[in-house]
């Protein structure tokens, strides 16, 4: 058997991730894995060639999941993968005298994906911001310090490596990671940003292939866990980028793609999140959207 695996590209957290199986070093019970890689946010082009069946798999956005499965799109989840923790994903602003969430009222925030539903949810919940005050924009991730530094954003949200990025930076400051805000709300110590999900005819036709899978993407990531130079300097013959701002960043997510019953709670608790910010029209039992 023959998948497609779509992830972001230059993402180092996703490229290491699935790097083994790209490179053919994990055998998945006789599978052969092609990793395609696709644009950013704003782009829906990841869930896109899920949808149309140009790919298998594809690592889903959750509330970008959530939503296309409301609207009937062809897909079933098979378990989280990227949890973010307590770094990895932060709010940065200059130093400008932008010291406290309330500070952003009326201001501009970057992200790369324009309107954040979870920083808007964190702001207004954790942090009493007015959330209606707030102004969104759009701009590419490896971008986004820049467009802070000239002044076109009062904040960004920052991930992965570039997080690291914006750690090291002498001039601008993280005011807080929506991972110390979603446990200061709910007690959850991590939240799920993205899941793999895949063909619903694919995995109603081959029952059993979704054990097969996370197996292999466990493996995977476990190559990547003791090859990471190695992988580190092919994601830079590519990319680019700094050695030790990709090693840290590696270490920010929680990956086990798994979906225990606390994962269960936690993905229903972020849907109700995203139907209290707009970004679903509604509620749905979570286990409808994935098989176990």
Known sequence: ????????????????????????????????????????????ELEDVLIRGDVDLSNLYLPNFLERRLQGAPIIGLCTEWKSTGKGNGLFVRHNGIRHPADLEGRRIATHQGRHAIHQYLLQKAYAVDSSALKWTASPQETLIGVLRRGEADAVVLLDQFFHHGEQ????????????????????????????????????????????????????????ERNMDEVAEIFIKTYGGERDALLISASYPRMEFTFTETERRLAQSQMAMFVEVGRLPRNAPIESFFVT
Request: net charge positive.
């Open 1 to 44: 058997m023959r998948l497609r695996l779509a992830h972001y590209r230059n993402r180092f957290s996703m490229f290491r991730t699935y790097y083994a199986l790209r490179a053919g070093l994990v055998k998945a019970d006789g599978i052969e894995f092609t990793i395609i890689e696709v644009p950013d946010p704003p782009s829906r």
């Open 169 to 224: 930076a002498s001039d601008i400051a993280c005011l807080y990671t929506d991972g110390d805000a979603w446990k200061k709300l709910t007690g959850f110590d991590e939240m799920i940003k993205h899941m793999v999900a895949a063909s619903e005819s694919l995995i109603r036709q081959n029952p059993g292939l979704r054990d097969v899978l996370l197996a292999a993407f466990r493996e995977s990531f476990a190559y990547s």
